[in-house]
């Protein structure tokens, strides 16, 4: 479970940011949230605690229920890693660092790191997030840049498929717009993948 952990970057996130992400999934089990065109297996965020739930029989568990505004999502604990969630109370905020799991179509957060924070750290983060947040692209842009795309990579087919690095100097569109057009088209089974870094009109 550490090196779960160390693989992956733990992304300053909404609670809404999470729960309108696209679920990838290997086999049955969440693999990552989708969130601007990045996967995300871990997350930081903060939120106050709305309710709390702790059952201390055989089958130990506990749940935590954060709401920061944007949406609501539970901090779960199984086994002796209950202990970490029993020192929080209604009405604290804390900051919480752990790995997204889905479980019978509900998201949730297994807690690796928790520390209770003052109510203004909440507003921080929100500020925080919405300065760093990707300018939103008008529609129209979009349509536009895939018609470009397709295009730029109908002409490279003659010559073995289009270098997806020299399509996004060409089209000037930020990486992650580009990534996000091109796994819809791989995705649609208009264009492939014959290796990596390089794509192909399908039709």
Do not use: C
């Not at 536009?144 to 295009?151: G, P, Q």
């Amino acid at each position: 479970m550490a090196d779960e952990f160390k693989r992956h970057v733990a992304y300053k996130l909404k609670i809404g940011d999470i729960l309108g992400g696209s679920q990838i999934t290997d086999g049955e089990r969440l693999k990552f949230i989708e969130v601007n065109g990045v996967n995300i297996a871990r997350t930081n965020i903060i939120a106050n605690v709305i309710d709390k739930y702790i059952q201390e029989d055989e089958k130990k568990f506990a749940s935590i229920t954060l709401d920061d505004s944007s949406g609501q999502i539970k901090l779960k604990a199984f086994g002796e890693d209950i202990e970490k969630l029993k020192k929080f109370e209604q009405g604290d905020t804390i900051l919480t660092i752990g790995l997204i799991r889905e479980w019978n179509k509900e998201v949730y957060i297994l807690p690796e790191i928790l520390k209770k924070k003052e109510p203004e750290y909440l507003l921080l983060r929100k500020l925080e997030i919405d300065k760093n947040k990707p300018a939103q692209i008008d529609k129209k842009e979009i349509v536009e840049l895939k018609d470009k795309l397709l295009t730029a990579i109908k002409r490279e087919d003659a010559n073995g498929g289009a270098d997806i690095k020299i399509l996004m100097a060409e089209l000037g569109a930020k990486q992650e717009i580009m990534n996000q057009e091109i796994r819809k088209l791989l995705e649609e089974g208009t264009i492939y993948e014959p290796r990596p870094g390089k794509v192909r009109y399908l039709g």
